[in-house]
């Protein structure tokens, strides 16, 4: 079972970038998504997520309006569209999932995205930095 982040790099402030995961030895139907980051020096930060059947979604204050997080479960991938780049979305970008076992555990909240950093599953992560 593995998940492997991909997509990072070096932008300029208002650049766009999509990261991707894919998900191997896993059906990913049964599965929450989610991205979250890390930026050295600060604690781990939930950025968005999907749930298992696509019932709910969350995305980070500061991210909402610029980054659109997708599924494709034919595929086994998952994506973070990010636009509009600042400065302060630097950091180390892991993708994670979790597999939904009981129909009502509740995975991904828009309120509590700090979920994302304790999912079972997790890739090796992407850097992405944005700087002038």
Not at 41 to 57: D, F, L, M, P
Not at 101 to 130: D, E, F, H, M
Request: net charge neutral; aromatic share 8%; with cysteine.
């Amino acid at each position: 079972v593995q998940l492997q982040a991909s997509g990072g790099g070096l932008v300029q402030p208002g650049s766009s970038l999509r990261l991707s995961c894919a998900a191997s030895g896993l059906i990913l139907n049964d599965y929450n998504i989610g991205w979250f980051r890390q930026a050295p020096g600060k604690e781990r930060e939930g950025v968005s997520c999907i749930s298992w059947n696509g019932g709910a979604t969350g995305y980070a204050d500061d991210v909402k309006g610029r980054f659109t997080m997708s599924r494709d479960n034919d595929n086994n991938m998952f994506e973070l569209q990010m636009h509009n780049l600042k400065p302060e979305d630097t950091g180390v970008y892991y993708c994670a999932a979790h597999r939904q076992a009981t129909p009502n555990q509740i995975l991904c909240s828009p309120w509590n995205l700090g979920l994302v950093g304790r999912y079972n599953l997790r890739g090796q992560g992407t850097l992405v930095t944005v700087s002038s």
